[in-house]
């Protein structure tokens, strides 16, 4: 099977070129592991106290798929202005150490690749040869992610736009199929709109769509309170 050819047809949104680097010792070697270190920082941080990846974590645990933070995360140096990627190969997620510099941001990167993640261990997911499948992972991970809050947020005050939510999710999936696929904008958007009711309506593990952190609160205590209340039956 020819992988150079693979790998220019899928592109490295989804799946970052992943090519160990050799540096050059010194100053820039010496910033790189600062860099290193503080994605690590950021990354324990997140799956500590975001709700959002605490819920995905604990989902993931419950689907027999535990994600362990050294196995199953990775903080590397990305091309362009890549936040990160889930690698089905190796069931591992990219966190672009190069482009992540705030909190705020590196859990909704944390949460969208785990939205990822979680879809790849509770369906088999067929990333490669089904554009579907694709589509439907990147509309879950854009609508509970809150990838689309901030701007909902600035739309609703400032525009009153009922609709935004539901074309940010549209656009967003759209961008991350078109970054990782070779094919036409119609192309793209026509498989985006036949799975998006059904893909836009399942809020897995999430059981409503998070709009705010103080949503993700609530749903992750739900979330628990169920596994307790199996736990006792
Ligand atoms: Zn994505």
């Not at 362009?80 to 482009?99: H, K, M, P, R």
């Not at 991350?176 to 009711?197: G, H, M, P, T, Y």
Request: aromatic share 10%; with cysteine.
């Amino acid at each position: 099977m020819d992988q150079t050819k693979q790998e220019g047809e899928y592109g490295y949104d989804l799946f970052p070129e992943r090519q160990a680097r050799k540096y050059k010792k010194g100053s820039i070697a010496e910033s790189l592991f600062t860099f290193n270190h503080k994605c690590q920082v950021m990354l324990q941080f997140a799956m500590e106290t975001s709700p959002y990846a605490k819920l995905l974590l604990s989902a993931m645990t419950s689907s027999g798929c535990k994600a362990l933070r050294d196995r199953h995360f990775s903080c590397e140096d990305c091309d362009g202005t890549v936040s990160g990627g889930f690698d089905a190969a190796s069931s591992q997620i990219v966190l672009c150490q190069n482009n992540i510099h705030q909190q705020s941001h590196m859990n909704r990167v944390v949460t969208h690749e785990l939205i990822h993640a979680f879809d790849h261990c509770r369906a088999h997911v067929d990333w490669f040869n089904n554009l579907r499948h694709l589509a439907c992972s990147e509309i879950r991970a854009a609508n509970l992610s809150g990838d689309c809050s901030f701007s909902n947020e600035v739309a609703r005050l400032n525009f009153g736009l009922k609709q935004h939510h539901q074309e940010c999710v549209r656009g967003r999936a759209l961008r991350s199929i078109l970054a990782v696929r070779k094919i036409s904008r119609e192309e793209a958007e026509k498989i985006v709109n036949e799975v998006f009711d059904t893909c836009f309506n399942d809020h897995a593990p999430f059981g409503r769509i998070p709009h705010s952190k103080k949503d993700a609160k609530f749903a992750y205590r739900d979330y628990e309170n169920r596994d307790r209340y199996y736990a006792n039956l």
